[in-house]
C-alpha cells in the first residue's frame, strides 16, 4: 500500500497527459466530422465518394490496427517525404503525443461525421431559408443558425464519441506514450502487482466518465432552452 501511495502521484502526472490527449483529439474529431458531413451533404459526387470511402474504411478497421499503421507507416512516409522531396538524410522521429492524436481523431472524425450529418439533416430548411431571406450570408447561416439547431439533436451522438474516445486514448500506450495506463504498466511491471494500478486508472477513467457525463447533461439543457419536451 505504502508503494502504491508513493507511485500513486506518477499516475496522476498521466492522467493529465491522457485528458490533453483526449481533449486535442476531440477538437481534431470535430472539425474533421464537419467536413465530413458537409462534403457528404454537398451536391459533389467525388466529395460525397471520398467522405463515404472516408467513414467506411475508419469504421470498419480495428483502431489499434489504425493507430499502428498511421504511427509507424505516418513515419515512413515523412522520412520518405524528407529524404526525396527535400534531401534531409537523418530520421525522423514522430513525436507520440501528436500522432496519438492526429489519430484518434482521424479515427473519430468519421463517427462525429455521421453524427453531425444526421443532426444537419434533422434541422428544418426553412430556418436555413429564413436566414438567407434576412440577407444572411452562407457563413453567417451555418454559424448562427445551423449549428445551434444542430447541436440538439447531436449532442447525444457526441456525447457517445466522446466517451469512446476518451477510453481509446488507452491505446496511445503501445506507440510509447507517457500517459497513465502506460505508466500504470511500468508501476505495476516494476512491483508486481499490475491489478493494483489498473484498478487505479480503471476508477480514474470511471472519474473522467461521470465529470463528462454532467457536462453533458449540462449542455443538453442550455441547447434544449426554448424546446418543449414530451
Avoid at 102 to 119: D, K, N, P, S, V
Amino acid at each position: 500500500m505504502d508503494e502504491l501511495f508513493q507511485r500513486l502521484p506518477f499516475i496522476l502526472e498521466g492522467s493529465l497527459i491522457t485528458i490533453s490527449v483526449s481533449l486535442v483529439s476531440a477538437v481534431v474529431a470535430i472539425v474533421l466530422g464537419l467536413i465530413t458531413a458537409t462534403a457528404k451533404l454537398s451536391r459533389s459526387r467525388l466529395a460525397k465518394t471520398i467522405a463515404g470511402v472516408y467513414t467506411t474504411v475508419i469504421r470498419g478497421v480495428p483502431d489499434l490496427v489504425l493507430m499502428l499503421l498511421i504511427f509507424f507507416g505516418g513515419q515512413l512516409l515523412v522520412n520518405y517525404i524528407a529524404l526525396e522531396w527535400f534531401g534531409y538524410e537523418d530520421y525522423i522521429d514522430v513525436n507520440a503525443f501528436i500522432a496519438g492524436t492526429l489519430t484518434i481523431g482521424f479515427i473519430f472524425g468519421a463517427y462525429m461525421g455521421e453524427t453531425f450529418r444526421g443532426a444537419i439533416l434533422a434541422v428544418p430548411v426553412g430556418l436555413l431559408e429564413a436566414g438567407y431571406a434576412y440577407g444572411m450570408s452562407q457563413r453567417q447561416v451555418f454559424f448562427r443558425i445551423l449549428i445551434p439547431q444542430m447541436m440538439r439533436h447531436a449532442l447525444p451522438g457526441i456525447g457517445n464519441n466522446w466517451l469512446v474516445l476518451m477510453k481509446t486514448t488507452a491505446l496511445v500506450a503501445v506507440i510509447g506514450l507517457n500517459e497513465m495506463v502506460f505508466r500504470a504498466g511500468q508501476a505495476g511491471g516494476s512491483t508486481r502487482e499490475p491489478f493494483v494500478y489498473y484498478l487505479v486508472v480503471a476508477l480514474l477513467f470511471l472519474l473522467f466518465t461521470t465529470v463528462s457525463i454532467w457536462g453533458l447533461r449540462w449542455a443538453e439543457k442550455r441547447y434544449s432552452v426554448g424546446v418543449r419536451t414530451a
